[in-house]
């Protein structure tokens, strides 16, 4: 049984970092590419960024580049997404997603089969 676990998130205020961890069993990570999404209050999921299954390339929504970073750690079983220069707007519901292959790492949330339960990040101003 797949299960992810988001860690991380809390309170913090504009202009601080937080670093988000994602701690991967019941799969082989090597295996699937990782992603994260947020969601915010009254909003839907929107995609955050991604990363291939081997670490190499990455995908970020526009709003997050320069100031969000995602990596893995395969051996570990463990994705991260470090945050930076964090701003009111990005409070919200933070969700690690494991992809359906290795070979897509996108902001299509139908390519995700898993999902975790969330961490809420909030940033106050």
């Known amino acids: 049984q797949v299960q992810l676990v988001e860690s991380g998130g809390g309170l913090v205020q504009a202009g601080g970092s937080l670093r988000l961890s994602c701690a991967a069993s019941?799969?082989?990570?090597?295996?699937?590419?990782m992603g994260w999404f947020r969601q915010a209050p009254g909003k839907g999921r929107e995609f955050v960024s991604a990363i291939s299954w081997s670490g190499l390339n990455t995908d970020y929504q526009d709003a997050v580049k320069g100031r969000f970073t995602i990596s893995r750690d395969n051996a570990k079983n463990m994705v991260y997404l470090q945050m930076n220069s964090l701003k009111p707007e990005d409070t919200a519901v933070y969700y690690c997603a494991a992809g359906s292959s290795a070979s897509y790492y996108g902001p299509q949330i139908r390519q995700y089969d898993h999902w975790g339960q969330g961490t809420l990040v909030t940033v106050s101003s």
């Open positions: 019941g799969l082989t990570l090597s295996s699937v590419a």
